[in-house]
């Protein structure tokens, strides 16, 4: 059964001057999320700053989301590593404390074969009663899941029920669709790519942009799924440029500078990562003004 259709918002972890975390604009964000539509919450993903959480950080800002959600939408957790044993503690700790499902990454810097990746994933699976997407994205972790490796979980490991697919090669994920059909939900990872991977039977969107635009990015996948596929590729067409300065350093540097223009404080991210670049700070302005968000 799948843990959500639509738009799932990576969300950012927002922080004080300190480099705290600020909850309160923490919830202020969840709240506007469910108010425009979102259909999901990735808490503590790649775009949360999970890389520089404490443990028990990332256990708390789950918590706090889990219990200001309150069941209203699903509730995904970002637990994955690079560390198989401890990938397994945070996933059954993130179960405690109420989340409906898991975002699992592949593991980063020392990587894995494909046999390993079969081996970490199933382990971290079987470790939790709840359902778990994997998370592709080749260009972070430096290892990417072949279509064969997430088609063989997704019909052995009941409970992984889902991709993020993050790797930007359509041919892959074309035959990922074409062997995993009926055992993995197919979410984009990649705004650009949205109603392209839908038309592949995608079934949703695991968003950095619906920081900024939730009701747009559920429109856009909604209209798709719903059959108005003309509505859905004029949305996505329009989305291209905001989405392209959101990408124009490292995530989540840009949607971070936006969301303080927006208002929300969203603050700075955490070492190594920097404040966006000036050169850059306009051309995000602009493309927010341009797609009516600021």
Do not use: W
Not at 77 to 94: C, P, R, V
Not at 103 to 110: A, K, Q
Not at 167 to 176: D, M, R, T
């Amino acid at each position: 059964m799948s843990i959500f259709k639509g738009s799932g918002v990576a969300i950012i972890t927002p922080m004080h001057e300190n480099g705290d975390v600020n909850y309160e604009v923490l919830g202020e964000l969840l709240e506007q999320q469910i108010a425009g539509g979102t259909d999901a919450i990735i808490i503590c993903g790649t775009t949360g700053e999970s890389a520089t959480l404490s443990e028990a950080e990332h256990l708390e800002v789950i918590k706090y989301a889990v219990d200001k959600v309150n069941h209203r939408i699903p509730v995904i957790a970002g637990t994955g590593s690079n560390d198989t044993a401890f990938g397994i503690q945070l996933s059954k700790e993130a179960e405690e404390v109420g989340v409906d499902g898991l975002l699992l990454v592949t593991p980063y810097y020392n990587k894995a074969t494909q046999k390993g990746l079969i081996a970490h994933f199933t382990a971290i699976a079987n470790a939790v009663k709840i359902p778990c997407i994997l998370y592709n994205v080749p260009s972070r972790t430096g290892c990417n899941i072949l279509p064969e490796t997430a088609a063989y979980l997704g019909k052995n490991v009941e409970n992984i029920v889902g991709i993020k697919e993050a790797s930007g090669n359509i041919s892959q994920i074309a035959e990922l669709a074409r062997l995993s059909r009926g055992y993995l939900d197919i979410y984009s990872g990649n705004d650009d790519e949205i109603v392209p991977i839908c038309a592949l039977g995608g079934i949703g969107v695991i968003s950095v942009l619906a920081n900024v635009a939730p009701r747009q990015t559920h429109d856009m996948v909604m209209h798709f799924l719903e059959g108005r596929t003309e509505e859905a590729l004029d949305m996505q067409l329009k989305a291209i440029p905001l989405v392209k300065q959101l990408f124009c350093e490292v995530n989540p540097i840009p949607v971070k500078h936006a969301m303080n223009l927006m208002g929300y404080k969203a603050g700075k991210p955490r070492l190594p990562m920097t404040e966006l670049e000036p050169q850059h700070k306009a051309s995000l302005e602009e493309a927010m003004k341009a797609y009516g968000v600021l």
